[in-house]
């Protein structure tokens, strides 16, 4: 890949590594999972970046890594360093005590905690600034999946005009449950600042384009 290409700049919760302690030593591996499978290879063929979190926080251990990690991969890995704190509310309360089980229909699961939120945006406010730092002006940006709602928001706030795309790799709830969302207003608005969105069926891709019309009649 030539310098001045347009690189694919891949966005997710997670790195595609996990970091392993063996023999009081700390080890990059692959990482698993369907987005993985599905991404490495096209940024190891063309060349890229993939931009997330590294699962915990030996961040430092991690950078001191990075270098061997990249050469591994085939592209370019950026953690977002994320606090203990930052990790409850974002990844274990918004993303999973509220978001995951509200999409599903487990309504009854559901823990509305205004910090969630606020953390939540505070640590999608963190990606955004680290995507800024990293891009080139022709780079296409691919953020993947519920954790990440509102990337593109902020992006477009510090002044980013790539072309941004995001995917939803769970189902997008019918309006009548959507409802139920405290912040439902916020997060189809931040949704609708991506060039190109993408889900997993014509049902959801429904069910989005419902709440919009509800929300946004105009």
């Known amino acids: 890949m030539t310098e001045n290409m347009a690189r694919l700049v891949a966005v997710s919760n997670r790195l595609p590594i996990k970091l392993v302690k063996k023999d009081d030593h700390w080890q990059v591996r692959p990482g698993a999972g369907g987005l993985v499978t599905a991404l490495a290879p096209v940024l190891k063929n063309r060349g890229g970046i993939w931009i997330g979190w590294s699962g915990g926080t030996q961040d430092t251990v991690l950078s001191s890594l990075l270098g061997d990690a990249s050469k591994m991969s085939g592209y370019d890995l950026h953690p977002v360093p ?40 505070h640590v999608n406010r963190k990606f955004a600034d680290i995507i800024c730092r990293t891009i080139r002006p ?9 954790h990440l709602f509102h990337c593109a928001l902020f992006l477009r706030e510090l002044g980013t005009r790539n072309r941004i795309g995001f995917f939803l790799h769970i189902p997008f709830p019918p309006v009548d449950i959507f409802l139920k969302l405290p912040w439902r207003k916020q997060i189809i608005n931040a949704l609708l600042q991506y060039d190109l969105i993408g889900f997993q069926t014509r049902r959801d891709r429904r069910h989005f384009l419902d709440c919009v019309h509800r929300f946004f009649p105009d």
């Open 82 to 121: 994320l606090a203990q704190e930052e990790i409850r509310g974002y990844y274990y309360g918004f993303s999973n005590e509220i978001i995951w089980p509200l999409f599903h229909d487990l309504q009854t699961r559901c823990n509305f905690r205004p910090w969630y939120w606020y953390t939540y945006l």
């Open 138 to 146: 022709d780079d296409f940006i691919w953020i993947h999946d519920y």
